[in-house]
Structure formats: C-alpha cells, structure tokens
C-alpha cells in the first residue's frame, strides 16, 4: 500500500489532506505548532481578505453566510478550523511534530523515483511514495540588510501585530504591497504621523465597484482576460483616480494590471488625500534615526514597520536539490512540480492572483493525477517530472496573473492526457508481443 505525506495544515494542507483522503490514498500530515491555519493566526489583527466572502472558500464549503463580504482575521481563522473539523482532520493530523528533513530514497534513478524519506522532530524516519509540500512562503521575513543602521524601533510586516508595536509618533512604513499599505492605514487611523516608501509605481484597484465586490461582478465574465483588465482601469479611473491624483505617487510604468503589481486598498488613498499619510522616494542610507531618501530628502522615525516580503523556504531539503531563480525554487505544471524531483509536488508556492483557498485544492488534484500516473506504472514511476521539462518552461512567479496560471493549468492537463495516451498505447503493443 502506498502512503503519502503532506508537510504543514495551513489552508494549503488541509486541503490536500482533504483531497488525498477523498481519493482514498493513505495519508499523514505534520504541523510543527499545536494548530491548524498556519499565519492566520499570527498575522496582524487589521488584516481582512482582499477577495471575497463567497469566492473565497474550500469547494462544496462555503464561509458562513453572516461573515461580511470581506471577513475579518480571526474569521479566517475560525474557518480554516471548522473546515478541519468537520473533514475529521484534527484525527489525522500529528501536531508539534514539525519535519526535520526530506531525503529522496537512494536508487539509480532520477532523484525522488523512489520516493522520500522524511525525518521527524521526534527522531521517527518514514519512507513516503511522495511528498506534498505546505509549509507556506508567509513565514521567513526578508528584511534588507539596511536595516541594520537604523538604531529605533523596527518590526516586519509577518511579527507585527498592531500599533501597540509601534514606538514614538513618526512611523516609515518600507513596501507598498497589500500588506504595506494595510501597516500604514492602521498608524494612520491610529493617527501616527505615517511615511510610506513607494519607489515605483503601481496600480490600486478598490475592492468593491457598485457596491459589489470585484470577484462578484457577473457580467465582467462574459470579456476576454485582456478585456477585463482595461474595464478594471477604467473603473477605478472613474473611482478612484490616477496615479497623479495623490501627491507623491508616482506613475506606474507598466500599462496593464498583469503587467505589474496591483493593491487591492482604498483607504491608503483616503489617507493620502486627508494628510495621515505621505509617500517617500526609495531609501539611500539610514544614520541611526534618521532615513535619507534618493530624492535629497532626510527626515527623522522612531519606527520602522518593514513590509519587504518572505523568503520561499524550505528548511527540510538539500538546498543543492532546489533548482532557483531569483531566490524561488523553479518549477512545472502550474507550479505544482519542482525542477528536476520526482515524487515531490509544491502546494501553494504559486499564488495566481485572486482568491487563494479554492487554488489550494486545483493543486493538490492536479498533483493527485501526477501521484496515478506513478501508482499506474509497473515500476511504481512514471517519469512524469522528466516529461513536463522537455515540454514546458520552468517558472519562479509566486505572484502570477490568474489567466496566465490557468493557460498554464490548462497546458498541463493537455500534456499529461498526451502523456497518459502514450503509455497506454505503449501497453497495448506490449502486451500485443507477448500475445
């Protein structure tokens, strides 16, 4: 009997915990804490969805109908845990158990064709046919190595959790992504006087048009993706503005959404326009307290709250087994299948932009296919990763436009039906020989 592990029970876990166990593969999961929901629970306390209540969900389990349309933190977190227990998850997973190593088992072949060996915190060693990996890429804070000058109060975006963490009144908020923006609404409402650092423009689309939310819009689905992405610009043009609409914002340099980075936030803009919030160029040097901008400018903080991003880690593999580009693990089928492993398949190390949850569960079915193909062999390998590499392009996008990772999806599945037919045509003429 083959047996299969899931590292971590965050959204992503749970979720290939649920479609594993739905398609009656056997199956352990690990947590290194004492919970399910992974960040939910340690993100910042203003944090709510940027995606929809009713887009947002595991398939054939919506959010509760009295949740707002963009639900809180804390809702999120109470979700993912009901999704848990009504699955019968809390039976299955081992938690305070985190994963010390994933070793591919010794054999001749390819790295991984004969599955993985995984080590516990506990000592316990336990060969698993494949390996899905959900640990998240929420969690190892990338904070530039300027940051060493600064001599006042400093936090990251992934340790802060509300203005309780801010020291002094001058508050410099470094990274104007959703979460960026997100630590600087929070001090301004909380009325410290807030600087943001945007050094290159971008697009900031609301979260709701007519009162509808963006993800909600019915007949928005009747355009092309191209199509959809001018009526998105023109309806915040007529919303909310343009880059030159808010001083010191500067214009973005691409022309479309998917070209660049979106903001799903409209009160950094509110903020702006009433004087809580100001916006500096990138940072030249910092001198103790005081943060000199490239523009000439210099002005004194008594916090610095970065919003600078993760590292994608992976503390249990090899890193000379990880092929990267840019500091992100390379890799195939819609950035399930890492470059050059069998056996092993990424859950959520793509994040195709829109609502994340239901993508988890695309992913975890996707890899499921690739785990029958291998089952489906008379080795118990199937080749499936050495296939994908002759026939798609390594990717290293977390951040993906959804319509590009769905041409991706839709590619694969057309590759892996090339490659099922294949197989089966090579069985019947094998077995036409022996006959």
């Known amino acids: 009997m083959t047996r299969y592990c899931v590292i971590g029970a965050g959204a992503a876990g749970i979720s290939t915990l649920e479609q594993l166990r739905t398609a009656g593969y056997e199956v352990d999961c690990y947590e290194k804490t004492d919970r399910v929901g992974g960040h939910w629970h340690t993100d910042y306390d203003a944090l709510h969805l940027i995606t929809s209540r009713d887009t947002t969900s595991f398939e054939g389990f919506p959010m509760p109908a009295d949740y707002p349309h963009f639900p809180r933190r804390d809702q999120i977190r109470e979700y993912l845990e009901s999704y848990a227990r009504a699955k019968g998850h809390y039976d299955i997973i081992r938690f305070n158990t985190p994963v010390e190593s994933v070793v591919p088992v010794a054999t001749d072949g390819p790295v991984g064709s004969a599955g ?11 060969d698993y046919d494949g390996v899905f990996i959900a640990n998240g890429h929420l969690w190892d804070q990338k904070v530039p190595s300027i940051a060493d000058d600064f001599t006042g109060t400093q936090v990251h975006s992934g340790s802060y959790r509300n203005t309780g963490d801010i020291e002094g009144t001058r508050v410099l908020v470094v990274g104007a992504g959703n979460s960026g923006c997100d630590l600087a609404v929070d001090a301004a409402q909380h009325r410290f006087d807030v600087d943001i650092v945007i050094r290159e423009g971008v697009y900031f689309q609301p979260k709701s048009y007519f009162g509808v939310p963006r993800q909600e819009i019915g007949w928005m689905a009747q355009f092309t ?7 998105a610009r023109l309806l915040a043009k007529v919303s909310i ?9 500067p214009e973005p340099k691409h022309h479309t959404l998917a070209e ?3 903001v799903v936030n409209n009160l950094l803009l509110y903020w702006l326009q009433h004087g809580r919030v100001s916006i500096r160029p990138g940072i030249a040097r910092i001198e103790g307290q005081t943060v000199h901008f490239t523009d000439g400018s210099a002005r004194d903080y008594d916090t610095i709250l970065w919003a600078t991003g993760f590292h994608p880690s992976l503390p249990f593999l090899d890193e000379d087994l990880i092929e990267r580009s840019k500091g992100v693990p390379l ?14 398949y990424y859950i959520g190390l793509s994040a195709p932009r829109g609502p994340q949850i239901p993508v988890y569960g695309v992913q975890s ?9 291998h089952e489906q062999s008379s080795t118990g390998f199937a080749g499936v990763q050495a296939y994908l590499a002759t026939l798609q392009e390594a990717d290293d996008r977390i951040d993906i436009v959804r319509a590009v990772w769905n041409e991706q999806l839709a590619d694969t599945e057309r590759v892996l039906d090339a490659f099922a037919a294949s197989r089966d045509v090579s069985g019947l003429a094998t077995v036409g020989a022996e006959a």
Request: hydrophobic share 40%; no cysteine.
């Open 260 to 262: 660049g980075r979106t």
């Open 365 to 373: 079915k996707l890899a499921i296919r690739l785990v029958a193909l």
């Open 116 to 126: 993985w060996t995984v080590t516990l915190g506990t000592g316990e060693r336990i």
């Open 225 to 231: 993706a191209d199509e959809q992405d001018l009526v």
């Open 241 to 249: 503005g343009e880059w030159n609409n808010y001083p010191g914002m």
């Open 331 to 344: 890799r195939y089928a819609a950035g399930v299948v890492p470059q050059g492993l069998e056996k092993l």
